[in-house]
Structure formats: C-alpha cells, structure tokens
C-alpha cells in the first residue's frame, strides 16, 4: 500500500532563515505530486506541483521554491523565512495520468510551521 | 475555469440529527468532485469522490453526496450526526488532466452533545 510521509511534523523559526520541508511517497512509482499551505481561515492554497523529476510548476509567486530530486522526494525551500509563511504545510501524492482516473490526491500529516 | 464555494464556514448540529454541507461548483468540463474531511492537526482524508455515473455517492463514516448537474451543487449529507464527525470539511473540484484539484475555504462542523 501507499504511504506519505512529511517531516518536521512541527517547526519554529525564525524570521529571515532557512527553510528545508521534506515529502517522500511509497509504494508508488511516477507520482504527481504537490505541496499545498493551509493559513487560517483561508483554505488550501496549492503552492507547486510537480509530474516527474526536476518538473516543477509554480502555483503563486512567492517566497518558496520545490525541488524534485528523486521520483518520490519532493522538498520545499525558503532561502530567508517571512512571517507571512507561518501556516501547516501539506504535501499530497496522486496517480500519474490521471485524465479518466478519478483524481484524487492523497494528503501526508503536515508540517506545522511557526516563523517567530 | 474551476471554483468552488462552501457556504457557511462553520456549521453546528446536535449529535444525532443531519448534517448537510453545502458546495457549488463553477466548472467548464465535465467535473470531478471531492469531500475531504480534515481532523485538527492532520492532513486531510478523502471521504467520498464523484467522477461519472450514479450521482448519489456513498463514501466513509456514512457520509453521501449527490451531483446535481442542473443546480451545479455537491452537498454532503449524513443521516444522524455523531461527536466523532467534529471536523472540517473540504469541497473540491478537479482542474486539467493534471488532476489538480481546487478546494473550497472549508466548512467548520461542530457537533453539540
């Protein structure tokens, strides 16, 4: 069976620091996958997504950048943290090719991060 | 292009009688349409999904949901509410064939003894 996994589950930093939140699927080859930001009050906000290695498209401009560097590792980066990126961080895999497939994504627990 | 609108942030019942959560959609294909429910602190589950065919559709926990084409609506039911179902609530629409999915704000359910 598929799994997710994100780590740090809970993160403070802060302000003007790095940022380095890791995703990693299993049981599953070729996934999309995604990192969403969930601030309160104001839903999921879907931040990249990714198709294949070093595919990497952006949703919103912003202070983050995503990394694929394996097929089933996704990273998401900040050089120098803002206040405004406090928020749980969601990362979720879906099948490739997912046209006639039913779509749904899959969601890992989040990281919870806190930029001080 | 695709969007959704849950109406109502917060929802309360008491345990025991129906809940209903509303969500419409804004699509210009065919949509595929999500319930996800998300417990405090955790990532979110999928609770029922409709792609095509019959448009009553049963999911987990006893929850269903009906597509109702003509009033572009998926509102999720259950019969009788229970503590356990205290939780927010997420619609969800499907964007591209990349599988990208646009969620609603979410809807707060609270569900009183």
């Known amino acids: 069976s598929q799994t997710i996994h994100q780590w740090p589950a809970t993160l403070v930093q802060p302000v003007g620091s790095p940022l380095s939140l890791e995703c990693t699927v299993e049981?599953?080859?070729?996934?999309?996958l995604y990192w969403y930001r969930q601030a309160a009050g104001r839903g999921l906000q879907l931040l990249f997504y990714?198709?294949?290695?070093?595919?990497i498209s952006s949703e919103v401009p912003q202070n983050l950048s995503a990394s694929r560097p394996q097929d089933r590792q996704f990273i998401l980066s900040s050089k120098k943290l803002l206040l405004s990126d406090s928020g749980f961080y969601l990362c979720?895999?879906?099948?490739?090719?997912?046209?006639?497939?039913?779509?749904?994504?899959?969601f890992g627990p989040g990281t919870r991060l806190t930029v001080l | 292009a695709q969007s959704v609108t849950q109406l109502g942030s917060h929802v309360s019942v008491s345990e025991g009688a129906l809940v209903l959560l509303r969500c419409n959609y804004s699509?210009?294909?065919?949509?595929?349409l999500f319930w996800y429910v998300q417990y405090p602190n955790q990532g979110l589950q999928l609770l029922l999904k409709y792609t095509t065919g019959a448009t009553l559709v049963k999911g987990i926990n006893g929850f269903e949901a009906e597509f109702k084409k003509s009033e572009t609506s998926f509102h999720l039911t259950k019969p009788s509410a229970h503590m356990s179902d205290a939780a927010e609530y997420f619609c969800?629409?499907?964007?591209?064939?990349?599988?990208?999915?646009?969620f609603g704000k979410g809807t707060k359910l609270s569900v009183k003894p």
């Open positions: 969800a629409v499907s964007k591209g064939s990349q599988g990208n999915l646009i």
């Open positions: 990714s198709v294949g290695i070093g595919q």
């Open positions: 699509s210009s294909v065919p949509p595929y």
């Open positions: 979720a895999w879906s099948v490739e090719g997912l046209a006639g497939v039913g779509g749904e994504q899959f």
């Open positions: 049981g599953t080859s070729n996934p999309n």
